[in-house]
């Protein structure tokens, strides 16, 4: 029985077909899609702390609405993913609860520092630029929701994209010397930050092979990566920012941007908790939990009376 299941499951992934929360899945494709979604909805409302840091220093009025909205959208997306988790069987709180004990994983991009209003374009253009390359490809995953909860996440992720990249034109063309040196500055802290979120090279990426053969994946890190650079050479070029890779070089026969070696040192060491803001990221989330327990009391409460009401 569970060999015919098995067979039905792969033919339905080899023709491209979706898997729906209820149907018969292996437990390693369940296993890894928990891995995944929950990295994912960690990521976004980590990914709200670095910006937040800002929404009381904006530089007009206009600028903090944009920026309020924009972190907001990466809440919702991160209510979301979390409720695709939970489709899968493990619920929000004991999600949660690894996050804040520090075993579950979040983009490694978070744990960097936003030290001036620049920092807030450039997580808008490159940030939410490479979250787009790497998510617009999760829109057609094999488990049907996620893939729903990633076409509006994209579709918002793009907003987030040109708030970004227009906040950084107004700079570089209206600014003063010193507000472009500030972009030139925060270009050079996230460039390479950036091309790590692609996460490890192909040939260390343990989990590629098998979540492309199941469609959770649609693109390999490196090709992500390399369709990143491609994409935001240009970018640069017309905003008036440098990339900080001395071999940034197009390749004629690749057709390619050639780009420098990664340091993956750094990578896995802000992975692994010793980045610049890991600790900080970390304990902002368990205070907002902790502040947030009384609001979690009061609504169940209310449920139960509710409830005691129904059942009168
Ligand atoms: N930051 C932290 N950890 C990472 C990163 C990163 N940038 N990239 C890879 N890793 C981790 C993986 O989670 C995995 O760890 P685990 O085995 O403990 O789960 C390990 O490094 C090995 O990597 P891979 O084998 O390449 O893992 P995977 O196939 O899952 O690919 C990727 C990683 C590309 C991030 C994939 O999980 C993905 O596409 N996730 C959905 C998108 C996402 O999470 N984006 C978050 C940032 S964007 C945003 O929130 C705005």
Redesign the pocket.
């Known amino acids: 029985h569970q060999q015919q299941l098995m067979a039905r499951f792969d033919a339905r992934i080899d023709d491209g077909g979706f898997i729906e929360a209820k149907d018969w899945m292996p437990d390693h494709y369940r296993r890894?899609l928990i891995?995944?979604?929950s990295?994912?909805a960690h990521?976004?409302i980590?990914?709200m702390l670095p910006e937040g840091n800002w929404v009381t220093r904006a530089p007009t009025l206009k600028r903090k609405a944009i920026l309020l909205a924009k972190i907001q959208d990466?809440g919702g997306?991160g209510l979301y993913l979390y409720a695709a988790a939970e489709t899968l069987g493990r619920s929000r709180d004991e999600l949660l609860a690894d996050l804040h004990s520090g075993k579950a994983?979040?983009?490694?991009?978070?744990n960097y520092p936003t030290l001036t209003w620049a920092d807030v374009g450039v997580i808008g253009w490159l940030?939410?630029g490479?979250?787009i390359m790497?998510?617009v490809p999760?829109c057609r995953c094999s488990y049907a929701p996620y893939a729903r909860a990633m076409v509006r996440i994209c579709r918002e992720?793009s907003f987030?994209q040109r708030q970004g990249y227009d906040a950084l034109l107004a700079m570089m063309q209206q600014g003063t010397d010193a507000q472009r040196a500030l972009v030139q500055d925060a270009v050079n802290r996230w460039w390479w930050p950036c091309l790590?979120?692609?996460?490890?090279p192909?040939a260390?990426?343990?989990?590629?092979a098998q979540?492309m053969r199941w469609g959770?994946?649609r693109n390999s890190?490196d090709e992500?990566r390399q369709k990143f650079v491609d994409a935001t050479v240009q970018q640069a070029q017309v905003l008036g920012v440098s990339l900080p890779d001395p071999e940034l070089t197009w390749n004629e026969t690749r057709q390619h941007w050639d780009f420098g070696a990664i340091d993956w040192e750094e990578?896995w060491r802000?992975?692994g908790g010793d980045g610049p803001c890991n600790a900080e990221r970390l304990a902002a989330r368990v205070k907002a939990w902790d502040d947030g327990a009384w609001v979690r009391e009061a609504a169940l409460a209310h449920a139960a009376k509710e409830q005691a009401r129904q059942t009168q």
């Open positions: 890894t891995r995944q979604i990295q994912h990521s976004e980590v990914g990466e997306h994983k979040y983009s490694s991009i978070f940030v939410d490479a979250a790497n998510q999760l992720e987030h790590m979120m692609f996460g490890p192909d260390e990426s343990v989990h590629t979540s959770i994946k890190n992500l990578f802000v992975v």
